[in-house]
């Protein structure tokens, strides 16, 4: 396992389409756990392998809540429900934050780290955050979305 460098705000990968994975490999399954541990050292809700310079359709979620600790490969999401208005960051824009509209119910279907299909439906945070690592599959990113005038931009010496 390793810690993964992220890629930020600016890195043009972050704008570029992933691609499918033919095959969930042992390649794979390291990716999937070096983005586990890079996540966790960054305090993150979700990581997509394009954050670590890896364009596949490969995403780690873990909200903290039980069974909601999540690995998605290849995700569509079939269906949307409801929304919600929440705040939200981003581990490759580490100082900013701002609201956005997000569906407040989706069913994903994926494959899991062993390749196998499976299909899931997900509410609030994990909602949120499955939709946003799809985003970054698709090389959109949460900044763009932001509701106007709720940008905010913390700055790194008041976190210390
Ligand atoms: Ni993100």
Redesign the pocket.
Known sequence: MAIRTIREEGDEILRKKSREVEKVDEKIKELINDMFETMVKYNGVGLSAV?VGVLKKVIVIDTGEPGERLVLINPKIIKEKGEQTVEEG???FPNKFGKIVRPNEVTVVALDENGKEFKTKAKELLAQAIC?EVD?LNGEL?IDKILPGTLEIINPEDQK
């Open positions: 954050q981003c581990l490759s946003h970054h949460f």
